[in-house]
């Protein structure tokens, strides 16, 4: 009766290699990086080097081919060190899964080879300083010229602007709404491309966010991503994925909060007495454990979900983020509470998976878009 809930063996397997590759790679330095700001780009391209930056990119074009249960695996291990570092490289893996699973063999080729090894970087470019939740609105637009198309528009929360080399974007070829939205793959080095500052964050500090700007660049029709006019269905089948990462990255986060949580209250005393000990906060670490594996339980379904291409895919993607995500920033938030003042310092890093956490709710699609979702799936005739 369990085995239908438990993972694979070879499931197993993964989960601890992307344990062993945070503990040595991601956990002992990733304060250092929040604090200095630090992009950590070595550990990033290390990472690619045991398949994480093609997780679910085909065998074809030199991915691992995993599933979407398998992603979420690793994405959870890695932010068990650092979320900031995981959700980035989950993005990446959006991004070049677009271009595997809908681009054409030019741009394949073109890209798909240095992305795998990470030696070039993946951005994934939808929201606009003027369209975020409201994704279609997007005014980003590209105008065929011959063998290219000439792109004006700004993106906006752009991870890994100004950093990465290949910017995946939502560009508008045809006429209002979210049928005139095309897909292209934009260099950083074609002319006209351009990057704002980097925006000053509460959290995610390991990695650069900032604009990216397109002044008249000209980029090969090649470079369509899928037809044109169907940019914005492949943007949404991308965030079904995304979103579960995101939510992943926030069972990781959480996890690690409840783990310090647990070993502080055990050495902390307080009236003669081991703070665990106390009846109120062995509640709260009760409530914060079982909220965490309901969301789990929750995710790790929609994940199956999306990688059999179930009907319903799209509502339960949106449930298990909108649940993981709320409950990663409600445990991270009780697990400050029990580290009483110490929490709040940076001494301790349950404050970093504090802030690295909130942002969860709003990316991807905020929580009360991820409602919307559930609440027209629930309510269709």
Not at 149 to 170: A, D, R
Not at 204 to 215: D, G, K, L, N
Not at 298 to 308: D, P
Not at 360 to 380: A, D, P, W
């Amino acid at each position: 009766m369990t085995d239908q809930f438990d993972l694979t063996d070879d499931q197993r397997e993964i989960q601890e290699l992307a344990r062993r590759f945070t503990a040595d790679r991601i956990t002992p330095f990733a304060a250092e990086w929040d604090e200095k700001h630090i992009f950590p780009r070595d550990t990033i391209k290390a990472a690619a080097e045991l398949g994480f930056a093609s997780i679910y990119v085909s065998e074809e074009s030199g991915g691992i081919a995993l599933g979407r249960l398998e992603a979420a695996l690793i994405m959870e291990a890695m932010a068990y060190g650092c979320p900031s570092t995981s959700a980035f490289i989950s993005i990446h893996n959006m991004a070049s899964w677009m271009i595997d699973r809908f681009g054409g063999q030019a741009v394949k080729d073109t890209y798909l080879p240095s992305l795998v090894t990470m030696d070039r970087i993946a951005s994934y470019c939808l929201t606009e300083p003027g369209s975020g939740s409201d994704a279609a609105a997007l005014k980003t637009r590209a105008v065929r010229d011959g063998d290219h198309y000439v792109v004006n528009g700004t993106k906006q929360f752009i991870s890994g602007g100004g950093e990465n080399e290949v910017y995946v974007t939502m560009v508008r070829t045809g006429a209002e709404g979210p049928k005139g939205i095309s897909c292209l793959v934009i260099e950083k080095d074609m002319p006209g491309v351009s990057f704002g500052a980097n925006e000053r964050k509460l959290g995610w500090h390991s990695q650069p966010t900032a604009q990216v700007i397109f002044e008249d660049v000209r980029v090969p029709v090649d470079n369509l991503v899928g037809g044109e006019g169907e940019g914005f269905r492949i943007a949404m089948m991308g965030l079904d994925g995304g979103r579960l990462n995101i939510g992943a990255c926030s069972l990781g986060g959480a996890q690690r909060c409840l783990d310090e949580a647990i070993g502080y209250t055990r050495d902390r005393k307080q009236f003669g007495t081991a703070i665990a000990d106390f009846q109120n906060t062995q509640f709260m670490l009760a409530d914060m454990a079982t909220d965490l594996e309901a969301a789990r339980a929750l995710l790790y379904m929609a994940a199956a979900k999306v990688t059999a291409n179930a009907p319903d895919k799209t509502k339960f993607a949106a449930m298990a983020k909108r649940l993981a995500t709320d409950t990663g920033s409600a445990v991270a938030d009780r697990a400050l509470q029990l580290h009483g003042g110490y929490g709040y310092l940076m001494d301790y890093p349950i404050e970093r998976f504090w802030r690295d956490l909130r942002v969860h709710s709003i990316l991807e699609g905020t929580n009360q878009v991820m409602r919307m979702i559930i609440g027209r799936e629930l309510t269709r005739q």
